[in-house]
């Protein structure tokens, strides 16, 4: 049973560019959230999507955007990076209120 | 504003050694609690999830405790094991319609030494 897939593992952008990322959430999860990790620190939310819709939006400026598919697999989208924008982008999923969070592996973003 | 921490930062024993780990948050109307293992430069490994109206969850050589009342919980580790070194996230869900984002501590380091 394959679990949280994101892609791509890294990536390094330069400043002012836009980028990409992917998850595809674990079997049966319909649920998909986003958090940003900065070296040292705790995991930062930034948005989580469910039935296609944004459900709940975290601290984060609107250059952070997402998607999520009729499949369950979901986008986040950053536009004009900033240097500050390096971190591990992380992806978890979920079925069902009382269930926790399933996540991924994570993209290391470096901006530069 | 929910805000989790986590004592010690970082944590050094030896091999075979039971240790606890710390985690406390200042709002009790959590939903759950959801403690996580975290290799270096990689993503997050769930260890035990406890509801808010559980005390305590059990796997293997885990043990969390939740006390929702002192804002606690504590994570057990009976007789480390070097695989066991990396960094332990706890993580809590707020409680109320429309909350549905885990908010993190900083995390603390475990360093077996064989």
């Known amino acids: 049973d394959a679990g949280v897939t994101q892609s791509p593992t890294h990536l390094i952008k330069t400043r002012g560019q836009q980028v990409t990322l992917r998850c595809s959430p674990k079997s049966g999860h319909d649920t998909v959230s986003w958090y940003q990790q900065a070296l040292g620190q705790g995991p930062q939310f930034i948005f989580q999507?469910?039935?296609?819709?944004?459900?709940q939006r975290g601290n984060f400026p609107d250059r952070f955007s997402g998607h999520q598919f009729p499949n369950y697999s979901s986008e986040l989208n950053v536009n004009a990076l900033l240097l500050g924008d390096s971190a591990l982008y992380l992806c978890a999923s979920s079925l069902a209120q009382n269930y926790g969070y399933t996540f991924g592996s994570g993209t290391r973003l470096t901006v530069v | 504003k929910q805000e989790v921490t986590q004592i010690p930062a970082a944590l050094s024993v030896p091999e075979g050694e039971n240790l606890v780990l710390n985690c406390s948050f200042t709002?009790?109307?959590?939903?759950?609690l959801q403690w996580f293992r975290q290799d270096p430069g990689k993503g997050l490994t769930s260890l035990l999830l406890?509801?808010?109206?559980?005390r305590e969850q059990t796997s293997g050589r885990l043990n969390a405790s939740l006390d929702k009342s002192s804002g606690r919980s504590t994570l057990y580790i009976a007789a480390s094991q070097p695989g066991d070194s990396a960094t332990y996230l706890c993580a809590v869900r707020v409680s109320g319609a429309g909350s549905y984002q885990l908010t993190f501590g900083k995390g603390t380091k475990l360093s077996v030494i064989p």
């Open positions: 999507y469910y039935e296609e819709e944004e459900r």
């Open positions: 709002d009790s109307a959590i939903y759950n």
């Open positions: 406890i509801q808010s109206s559980q």
